[in-house]
Each structure stands twice: as structure tokens, then as C-alpha cells.
């Protein structure tokens, strides 16, 4: 029997912190485990028909019309956080129809962000809509608007919010199997963590290089990485996290023919797994257990 994996990817987004109503509920919606291998959203098979045009049509506007619209009485931040919110709340219904209007929404977003010269805002808009598309598997739209948000983060300072970015294009190339692209990016975004205290970002971060060497075959170096992430999510009380970090230990032993350490890495995440609540991650490591032949 073949081993699943939880995943070792784990894409980030924020949000501004005037619409951030608590951290646990920016972590419910934008701060996802995204799948490889057996592990996938569940939103990863809806087709979004006509996104492409809304997306252009959306831009050639705010080139064209961006005086226009800064001239309009509809132009202040409170509306632009008040349609991002919208598009939360559209994004967290999860249907096809759904994500296509929370696009639509983050893009009328971006538009009055840009309009009142909220460049920060803007930068959040634009990485989140990349977010979406990056879950939905396209990743070609996912990295044009990861870029277009990286300048502006570094424009205007958002170390943590460059952070981010940085780490989730690395994460689009780690899913277009571009391994060196994905270090290159993640190990751009690490010490950016660490200069701004984000320890779950720097967690995150070391547990997608990780990996990455895992993906390699450099073992050994997966296990360094790991180990490095491990406890920091302990310490930040990210127990989902921490489950993933050990599946992930597990799984490297599992290749090393190390089947007891194995075991036991999988045994120390699964009430982890149960505790959080995530029914797919349990069964997942489950299924390791028992191709180890425990239970």
C-alpha cells in the first residue's frame, strides 16, 4: 500500500488588520493547507467559467477610469474593506458561483484601494485574489497577481505582508514541481519572518523547505527543517500545524526504512489531527499508520 501525505505546504494570506476580527477568524479562511498528492481543497475541482474576463476587463478599468473613480463619492476605504469583507463571506460559501463573485468583489476592492491610495490594501487584495486561483489550480493567474503585490508590499514597507507573498509564489512553483524556484523564494521569506516575530510564518516556512528537500530525496535535510518547525508551532499553539510537521517527520522516517520512529511520529500527530477536527488529515495519517502495519 502506497503512503498518503499530509501535506507539507502551507500557503498563507492576510488580510487588512481593520476587517481582522480575530486571529482565529483570519486563520479559518485564509490561512489554508493546500494539498498535494492525496490531499486537496475541496474547492479545487470547481470551474470558474469567464474568470479570465473578468479579471482583464476589471484591470483595462482601473487604467482607464482610475481618476474617475478616486472623483466618485463611492471612492473611500470604508467601502473598499466593506466589499473585501464581501468577498470573504462570498469566499467562504465555497461554490463555483461564490468564488467567482468574491473575485469579482476583491477586484472592485483593488480598484478603491488604488483609488484613495491605500497601496497596502491594495497589495492584500491583489495576493488574496492570487490566493483563490492558486487554490483553484491556476497557478499561471495565481503568481501574475502574487507579482503584482510583491513590488507594492516592498513599496510601502509590509515586510510581513512581503513575507507572504514571497512564501506563497514559492509555493506555486513548489506545485509546478520548479523545486530550486520554490527554495529560492521560501529562503527569501524566512528571514523576513523572523526580522518581523511572525513565528507560525516562520514555522510555515520551514515546514514547506522541508518539504521541498523531502521532495528531493535530501532526507536528512528534511528532517533539519522540520525539526526546526516543529517546535514553533508547539509554541505558537498551532496544533493543526503541529500534526502536519509530524506527519511529515513520520513520513521521512517511513522512507528511511525507520518504521518504529515512523509509528511514532504518526501516533504523536493523529489526536492532533481528531483535536482540530480535521476528519481528512485523520484519516489520512490512518491510512499511514496501517501501511506501517500499526493497529
Not at 487584495?125 to 497557478?139: H, M, P, Q, R, W
Request: proline residues 2%; hydrophobic residues 40%.
Amino acid at each position: 500500500m502506497s503512503l498518503k501525505k499530509v501535506i507539507h505546504l502551507v500557503k498563507v494570506a492576510i488580510l487588512p488588520n481593520s476587517i481582522m476580527k480575530s486571529k482565529n477568524q483570519q486563520n479559518n479562511w485564509l490561512v489554508l493547507l493546500v494539498g498535494r498528492g492525496y490531499i486537496t481543497l475541496s474547492i479545487s475541482i470547481l470551474l470558474l467559467c469567464g474568470l479570465g474576463g473578468v479579471v482583464e476587463s476589471n484591470r483595462v478599468l482601473a487604467q482607464d477610469d482610475l481618476l474617475k473613480i478616486a472623483q466618485s463619492p463611492a471612492a473611500t476605504k470604508e467601502n473598499a474593506e466593506r466589499l473585501f469583507e464581501e468577498g470573504i463571506t462570498l469566499y467562504q460559501q465555497g461554490s463555483a458561483q461564490s468564488l467567482e463573485q468574491a473575485i469579482q468583489k476583491w477586484q472592485e476592492a483593488r480598484l478603491l484601494y488604488r483609488a484613495v491610495g491605500d497601496r497596502r490594501g491594495e497589495a492584500i487584495t491583489l495576493n488574496s485574489i492570487g490566493f483563490v486561483y492558486d487554490a483553484l489550480g491556476e497557478k499561471q493567474k495565481a503568481l501574475d497577481f502574487y507579482n503584482q503585490a510583491l513590488p507594492i508590499c516592498r513599496a510601502v514597507g509590509d515586510r510581513g505582508g512581503e513575507a507572504t507573498t514571497l512564501n506563497n509564489i514559492g509555493a506555486v512553483y513548489d506545485d509546478l514541481g520548479e523545486k530550486q524556484k520554490a527554495l529560492v523564494f521560501y529562503n527569501q521569506a524566512l528571514p523576513i519572518y523572523r526580522a518581523v516575530g511572525d513565528r507560525g510564518g516562520e514555522a510555515t516556512t520551514l515546514n514547506n523547505i522541508g518539504g521541498v528537500y523531502d521532495d528531493l530525496g535530501e532526507k536528512q535535510k528534511a528532517l533539519v527543517f522540520y525539526n526546526q518547525a516543529l517546535p514553533i508551532r508547539r509554541a505558537v499553539g498551532d496544533r493543526g500545524g503541529e500534526a502536519i510537521t509530524l506527519n511529515n517527520i513520520g513520513l521521512v522516517y517511513s522512507d528511511l526504512g525507520e518504521k518504529q520512529k515512523a509509528l511514532d511520529f504518526y501516533y504523536q500527530a493523529l489526536p492532533l489531527m481528531r483535536a482540530v477536527g480535521d476528519a481528512y488529515g485523520e484519516v489520512t495519517i490512518l491510512d499511514n499508520i496501517r501501511a506501517l502495519g500499526g493497529f
